[in-house]
């Protein structure tokens, strides 16, 4: 089982659209959890942390449910910008796990 | 602005030619990594310092060799560069530990290798 799994898309959503990304983790003991967004041929950027209790930033909310072990993304009201590919990222003591990313596309 | 500096941003050498690559960041963080990520793959982990400990990933071929001289610059040399490393090779850093869990990592813009 690899330690980071995500479906790897590509999500084709129109402008506006609600979409929701998934991610599940083998390490029971992971304590950090990420979401990355990265563009085509650019280098990965933090999108958000992801805190045990949930948190929101703007059109972003992340989960986090240790008991399945798995983190979710969800945007809102998608814009053409959000197209990108995000990375799921989970820590594994000293060091950070990547997924391969799903990627999404919005369109017009 | 700019926090982690990667030079050159694109890179073309001979296959078996050897190159360095070079990292800078002004964010004073403990901690560089080197990762490599090839076409639709995860950025994969080659090595990475805490502060002068050099710490090598199991499956990281013995051409790729790490230099950490300071806290702002990290190196990565590939000393008989093959067609199967051409690749995207990202530095990170980042803070450190906290309680033995890994703190997010900033990325530079990364380097694209090239090998004729």
């Known amino acids: 089982r690899k330690e980071v799994e995500q479906d790897p898309g590509p999500f084709n959503v129109p402008e506006g659209a609600t979409v929701a990304f998934n991610c599940t983790y083998s390490n029971s003991a992971s304590q950090s959890f990420f979401w990355y967004r990265q563009d085509c041929r650019k280098e990965p950027k933090l999108l958000m942390s992801?805190?045990?209790s949930g948190n929101e930033d703007g059109r972003f909310t992340a989960q986090l449910n240790r008991a399945s072990q798995y983190i979710s993304l969800l945007i809102r009201d998608s814009k053409l910008s959000d197209s990108a590919t995000y990375l799921c990222v989970v820590d594994n003591t000293d060091k950070l796990i990547f997924g391969t990313g799903t990627r999404l596309q919005v369109f017009p | 602005d700019a926090m982690v500096i990667q030079n050159p941003r694109y890179q073309v050498t001979q296959f078996g030619k050897p190159v360095t690559l070079s990292c800078s960041q002004t964010l004073n963080h403990n901690v560089m990594y080197w990762y490599q990520q090839k076409s639709s793959q995860a950025p994969k982990l080659l090595f990475h310092y805490y502060d002068k400990d050099f710490n090598n990933e199991a499956d990281t071929p013995d051409n790729f060799q790490s230099r950490r001289p300071n806290t702002s610059f990290c190196f990565l040399d590939i000393r008989s560069p093959g067609l199967g490393d051409a690749a995207m090779y990202l530095c990170a850093t980042s803070r450190g530990l906290a309680g033995g869990t890994a703190y997010e990592q900033y990325f530079g813009p990364g380097t694209r290798l090239t090998v004729t």
């Open positions: 992801v805190y045990s």
